[in-house]
């Protein structure tokens, strides 16, 4: 297996530092292979044990009374298991005539603009029903967060799917979006859901703050719904550890028929990780875990926040323009766990939530200060480089038709330019994007072998303009006229020096004789001080001199190799 994981790379990466409480949720799994081969009878006993006790222990620390729980590796597989209890209670033939007992009233499932991309239809796709049956509701346009489900058009659309003769089935409401982490008004939706007989589901990262001492009268709510889904193992840093999910229902056979429950003993084993993990950590680990994760985000990044919320452990800002930092932050403060998520109305934003990746990444204050620091840096980078882009954009076309500059507007940085040489008339398309692209490769080497804190790149995965030379983001001190300078003098040395070969050409052509080949090589600046091309340096020069130091017979040079040298210029042609 260590074969298998490393068999592409040269170099080993670092182990994985799971830590303690990670040794003991992979423990976990090799017990329950362990427990599994026990005789039957000490088999039903030690499960119904460890999921009774599991499940006891979750309600407790999550304020969910009376519960009972559900362990599932997909984070999802709850929710759609939830959906068949709820199909089964209110179709009472269902569990006689399956889908044709549908026909009669068609389900209606509810979610939010906010939800996860994908889950609707992956409950319609587990369930077997029509996307017709799923309903997406708006969030709030005028009052409150834009990332919270709009209540009163949900009361209107639960009522004009009654009118059709529709039967609303369930709600999915949010304790922390997955993109902006905001937390939806489960009250209101609790006592509406009541009103119209839905069943209402919570997830979200919010739900983990349940644990704390102190608690938002809005995530409390949460409590009063008739499921709702935990991520343990995001939260704790536990690896291969179950999601959970909560429910309220009194019949266990419904339960049974949905897949919430099992008669199989080995399936109860799936808590076992989780089930040592607990026990592990402690009441007091579990909420200090928590706590920490809320309190990085309590006690610093003092930017602008986007549709901030208060007492949500998500924090979102963006740039001003039409940038993106979150990638650099990434690579540059790795241990933060500062990702990039892409909002309908805000675009492109970077997100720190500590409750999804400080367990595991061991994020503490001084990554988080970091991580603030180099905000700040490339915030005031970002700014010059915005500032430069217009005058970097006039000094380009200053120099045409040499340089040309590419518009391109996912590009962070100061802006592209690529290099137009001089071809010969009548050059068929293929050949010239074949000499565009060689010379911008080679500009692009001379420009990267520079002492300069200017990064020059072909750009990034996503561009498609093809033989580009992409400057990254500068700051206010760099002088974008000898920038742009500095691009076009050396693609016309470059320029240069690839046309004398062709020159060399038609003259060896022109000094063939039938008993030899003798070819014209130029000197180099190193071995020459002074040559008749140091007053001027174009190609029509090179070729007249050259044609003036052509001897009527082969001279006594010719015999090492068949060559002889000429001088040349400052600049080496070859």
Known sequence: VHNLIHEEEEEEDEKPNVG?????????????????????????????????????????????????????????????????????????????????????????????????????????????????????????????????????????????????GKLPLLLIANAGTPGAGHTDKLGRLKDLCD??????????????????????????????????????????????????????????????????????????LRALPLWLSLQYLGHNGIVQKIRHATDLVSTTLPLTHVEDEENSPVVLFKFVQEMSLGEQLAQLVSTSGVDVVELEDEGTCVRFSPLLTAAALGTQLKDVEDLEEKIMELVHTMSSTISLRQDFREETHRHSPSLTYVENLSWPGLGAVRYEPQLAEGMDESRRKQEVEKINNNLLKKLQEFDTDVVFSTGSEFVT??????????????????????????????????????????????????????????????????????????????????????????????????????????????
């Open 465 to 574: 303009e093809d033989s580009c030379i992409f400057v990254g983001m500068v700051t206010e001190d760099v002088d974008v006229s000898e920038l742009a300078d500095t691009i076009a003098s050396l693609g016309r040395e470059i320029e240069e020096s690839g046309k004398v070969p062709l020159n060399s050409y038609n003259i060896q052509k022109k000094v063939l004789t039938p008993s030899r080949f003798v070819i014209y090589q130029t000197w180099s600046t190193h071995s020459c001080t002074q040559s008749p091309l140091h007053k001027s340096e174009t190609n029509e020069d090179v070729s007249q001199l050259l044609f003036s130091h052509i001897p009527p017979s082969p001279c006594p040079l010719t015999a090492i190799n068949s060559q002889c040298k000429v001088p040349c210029g400052p600049h080496a042609y070859t």
């Open 20 to 164: 303690e409480q990670g040794h003991m949720a992979l423990l976990g799994h090799s017990l329950a292979a362990y427990i599994s081969v026990l005789n039957r009878d000490r088999l039903r006993k030690l499960t119904t044990r460890i999921q009774s006790d599991t499940t006891l222990w979750l309600c407790r620390i999550f304020r969910y009374e009376n519960g009972s729980a559900c362990f599932h590796e997909d984070d999802r597989d709850g929710l759609v298991k939830v959906c068949r209890l709820v199909i089964n209670a209110r179709y009472e033939e269902y569990a006689t005539e399956g889908y044709t007992a549908l026909s009669s009233q068609q389900p209606v499932i509810y979610q939010s603009t906010s939800c996860r991309p994908g889950l609707g239809q992956h409950l319609c796709s587990q369930l077997g029903l029509p996307l017709s049956s799923l309903c997406t509701v708006p969030c709030n346009t005028i009052f409150g967060s834009q990332h919270q489900m709009d209540v009163a058009l949900l009361d209107k659309l639960i009522k004009e799917d009654i009118e059709a």
């Open 195 to 268: 009103q119209h007989h839905l069943w209402l589901h919570v997830e979200g990262v919010n739900l983990a703050t349940l644990a704390l001492g102190q608690v938002t009268s809005a995530i409390t709510a949460a409590t009063r719904s008739d499921s709702m889904t935990l991520t343990p193992g995001q939260w704790l840093g536990l690896p291969a550890v179950t999601a959970v999910t909560l429910y309220r229902h009194e019949d266990p056979a419904l339960s049974l028929a949905a897949g919430l429950t099992s008669s199989q003993p080995v399936e109860k």
